[in-house]
């Protein structure tokens, strides 16, 4: 096991910035943004907002998390999965169909979550929830990035 999968962030949040990527503060002070491991969001803006929204009653300002660091992107951000109440705030856009699986980086950074995410997905789709709702979705042209 790589010893960043073991790395856990105590953090407040300070704001949402879109529906995969938060500002969260650390007990030193400091200031982040984390883009959320294992997730994606189709380009439609629709569906942007849609995932913004639920990602801010989520997750409102001054909520307590816990940010399993998984990696950095390429602007510096911390890429991780955000934990409120020892659940998955990743996981749980998935399995209210407001997201999709990231499958490069579900494997990369979400290696031991993965089923749970692509069995979240997989539910979600049958059940026509969120974006599965009219079961046409399509990402770019069927390519899960």
């Given at each position: ?9 105590l ?12 500002k969260?503060k ?13 997730i ?20 409102v ?11 950095t ?14 659940q ?23 290696y ?29 042209g069927?390519?899960?990035?």
């Amino acid at each position: 096991m790589d010893l960043t999968q073991l790395m856990l962030i105590l953090a407040t949040v300070v704001g949402v910035v879109d529906g995969e990527t938060i500002k969260a503060k650390n007990n030193h002070g400091e200031t982040a943004t984390v883009k959320l491991a294992c997730i994606d969001i189709p380009a439609q803006k629709y569906r942007r907002d849609a995932a913004t929204q639920r990602l801010k009653q989520l997750l409102v300002q001054n909520s307590p998390v816990v940010i399993r660091f998984a990696d950095t992107s390429k602007n510096d951000q911390i890429v991780g999965e955000v934990f409120l109440n020892n659940q998955s705030i990743n996981l749980q856009l998935v399995k209210e169909g407001k997201v999709v699986v990231h499958k490069a980086s579900v494997e990369k950074d979400c290696y031991e979550s993965r089923t749970q995410y692509l069995v979240a997905e997989a539910n979600a789709k049958q059940r026509g929830l969120g974006l599965w709702e009219k079961s046409r979705y399509v990402m770019d042209g069927n390519k899960n990035k």
